[in-house]
């Protein structure tokens, strides 16, 4: 070092370059000689004054390298700080075709190049001198897509606050198949970064964060979100959406899906949006029968007071899943003809659901007729659902409805032996000898399941035993 002092005091051109067009600076820089950039940048100015030294600052060599960019590839730390506070530029791009040589990069893309999770702690300081934050590094990474993707929280802070949506590339449109920063920041898990960039969001100026053709802005975005389980991200998705389409298909699976993952807040949102609660999803189920599944009173409450129509299957899968609340909700604004009377009565007795039983029979007018025999309880069900629905979601319900559907409540609580339900029924009028389509009464059914409590209290309401066939 003495050496070199000795050599400037004495004229020696420290912006002169090689054969190779480096430079004194440039090798101090790659090397971490600190003094030494600082004693040549000193020099520079003392004889070339600051244009002079601003030539030094941003020459290039044969690899189209300046110094800066020859310290960020070191990792020199000091020295890639005290060349920005010396002026460097750091939105010069590096020579290179993309073929033969790495791409055209400024001094960030080089280092977000060779970085990935761990990165440097001039890292900010970079950043907050660069410009050119569009610029993709060899990789093909912006530098917020970068950030976004090794979870770079407070450098994408520090680009947050002094650049523009526009300025970060967040309003430019992603090539076929690839991700916005957002997406990426929610794949990858990094919650702080997500819900930084999702503050972005304002519906005076959205951030376009999706706008491939024929898509709404965040769409993309909205369905990640929803996907990897964040739900303070989706519904900020969902309240600044522009423009919103509530009939757009996207929309409706994520009213599916919210529903399913017992979103209310999100759910609330979409329904305040006009977003149809009518529609089914691909697998043919209701946002409905949905909540009814779920267990979701809230939901479900929003739903019906947007207009949810589906409610006979809701009826039956809460009655069937012991869901009361559900059932009791459902209840209240379905219309009660005698055929869904008779069949939710079937469906309570059969599953031995006594609370809903009781409900159900409550609203029973005697000149219904739900006591007597009528139309097997798979073909009422298979009326008001799409083909397949229940035998899908509940194959138990279907199964037991398949092979034991005396369609008439009192036959259907005998056949399962259910007690409690045969002496309400009994005690709500129920014909003690009714029978089934194959000519058989209670009493048999009491004798075939081989119930005598059942037995004894048929007997006693009046059932005969001398009107049975064989």
């Given at each position: 070092?003495?050496?070199?002092?000795?050599?400037?005091?004495?004229?020696?051109?420290?912006s002169?370059?090689?054969?190779?067009?480096?430079t004194?600076?440039?090798s101090a820089?790659?090397?971490?000689?600190?003094?030494?950039?600082?004693?040549?940048?000193?020099?520079?100015?003392?004889?070339?004054?600051?244009a002079?030294?601003?030539?030094?600052?941003d020459?290039?060599?044969d690899?189209?390298?300046?110094?800066?960019?020859?310290?960020?590839?070191?990792f020199?730390?000091?020295?890639?700080i005290?060349?920005?506070?010396?002026?460097?530029?750091?939105?010069?791009?590096?020579?290179?075709?993309?073929?033969?040589s790495?791409p055209?990069m400024t001094?960030?893309?080089?280092?977000?190049?060779?970085?990935?999770?761990?990165?440097?702690?001039?890292?900010?300081?970079?950043v907050?001198?660069?410009g050119?934050?569009?610029?993709?590094?060899?990789?093909?990474?912006?530098?917020?897509l970068?950030?976004?993707?090794y979870?770079?929280?407070?450098?994408?802070?520090?680009?947050?606050?002094?650049?523009?949506p526009?300025?970060?590339?967040?309003l430019?449109?992603?090539?076929?198949?690839?991700?916005s920063?957002?997406?990426?920041?929610?794949?990858?898990?990094?919650?702080?970064l997500?819900?930084m960039?999702?503050s972005?969001?304002?519906?005076?100026?959205?951030?376009?964060?999706?706008?491939?053709?024929g898509?709404?802005?965040?769409?993309?975005?909205?369905?990640?979100a929803?996907?990897y389980d964040?739900?303070?991200?989706?519904?900020?998705?969902?309240?600044?959406?522009?423009?919103?389409?509530?009939?757009?298909?996207?929309v409706?699976?994520?009213?599916?899906?919210?529903?399913?993952?017992k979103?209310?807040?999100?759910?609330?949102?979409?329904l305040?949006?006009?977003v149809?609660?009518?529609?089914v999803?691909?697998?043919?189920?209701?946002?409905?029968?949905?909540?009814?599944k779920?267990?979701?009173?809230t939901?479900?409450?929003a739903?019906i007071?947007?207009?949810?129509?589906?409610?006979?299957?809701?009826c039956?899968?809460?009655?069937?899943?012991?869901?009361?609340?559900c059932?009791?909700?459902v209840?209240?604004?379905?219309?009660?003809?005698?055929?869904?009377?008779?069949t939710?009565?079937?469906?309570?007795a059969?599953?031995?659901?006594?609370?809903a039983?009781?409900?159900?029979?409550?609203?029973?007018?005697?000149?219904?007729?739900?006591?007597?025999?009528?139309?097997?309880i798979?073909?009422?069900?298979?009326?008001?659902?799409?083909?397949?629905?229940?035998h899908?979601?509940?194959?138990?319900?279907?199964?037991?409805?398949e092979?034991e559907d005396?369609?008439?409540?009192?036959l259907?609580?005998?056949?399962?032996?259910n007690?409690?339900?045969?002496?309400?029924l009994?005690?709500?009028?129920?014909?003690?000898?009714?029978?089934?389509?194959?000519?058989?009464?209670?009493?048999?059914?009491?004798?075939?399941?081989?119930?005598l409590?059942?037995?004894k209290?048929?007997?006693?309401?009046?059932?005969?035993v001398?009107?049975?066939?064989?």
């Open positions: 070092f003495e050496c070199i002092v000795l050599l400037a005091r004495h004229g020696a051109d420290a002169r370059p090689d054969e190779h067009g480096s004194a600076l440039m820089a790659k090397r971490g000689h600190l003094r030494l950039v600082n004693l040549v940048l000193q020099q520079a100015r003392e004889h070339a004054g600051e002079g030294l601003k030539r030094l600052l020459i290039r060599d690899h189209g390298m300046t110094a800066l960019m020859h310290a960020v590839r070191s020199v730390s000091g020295c890639v005290q060349l920005l506070r010396w002026g460097a530029d750091a939105d010069i791009l590096s020579d290179g075709d993309g073929v033969t790495p055209p001094a960030l893309g080089i280092l977000t190049s060779q970085c990935r999770r761990s990165a440097p702690d001039f890292l900010n300081a970079l907050g001198k660069t050119r934050l569009t610029v993709p590094d060899e990789d093909g990474n912006t530098f917020m970068w950030a976004a993707k979870g770079h929280t407070e450098a994408a802070r520090r680009a947050l606050a002094k650049n523009t526009e300025q970060l590339g967040l430019e449109e992603p090539g076929e198949g690839l991700h920063p957002l997406e990426l920041a929610i794949m990858c898990r990094h919650h702080e997500a819900t960039l999702v972005l969001w304002d519906r005076e100026k959205p951030v376009a964060d999706m706008a491939r053709k898509e709404y802005i965040g769409l993309a975005a909205l369905g990640k929803i996907e964040w739900e303070d991200v989706a519904l900020k998705m969902i309240e600044n959406i522009t423009p919103f389409d509530p009939d757009c298909e996207e409706q699976e994520a009213l599916f899906a919210c529903t399913e993952k979103w209310t807040n999100c759910v609330i949102t979409l305040s949006k006009d149809n609660p009518n529609r999803s691909k697998r043919g189920e209701s946002t409905t029968l949905s909540a009814c779920a267990n979701q009173v939901i479900l409450q739903l007071e947007h207009g949810a129509r589906d409610l006979e299957p809701a039956f899968v809460s009655i069937y899943v012991g869901h009361f609340e059932f009791r909700l209840w209240a604004h379905v219309e009660r003809s005698a055929e869904l009377l008779r939710c009565a079937c469906i309570a059969l599953t031995n659901s006594f609370t039983l009781k409900v159900v029979m409550e609203s029973v007018q005697p000149e219904m007729g739900v006591h007597a025999y009528g139309p097997k798979r073909q009422i069900i298979k009326r008001w659902c799409a083909p397949g629905v229940i899908r979601l509940f194959p138990t319900l279907y199964r037991e409805i092979e005396p369609s008439v409540p009192l259907c609580a005998v056949a399962k032996a007690f409690k339900c045969v002496s309400y009994l005690e709500q009028k129920a014909d003690p000898l009714v029978v089934d389509d194959s000519g058989l009464s209670a009493i048999t059914w009491a004798c075939t399941v081989g119930n409590d059942i037995a209290i048929l007997l006693k309401c009046g059932a005969s001398s009107l049975e066939p064989g």
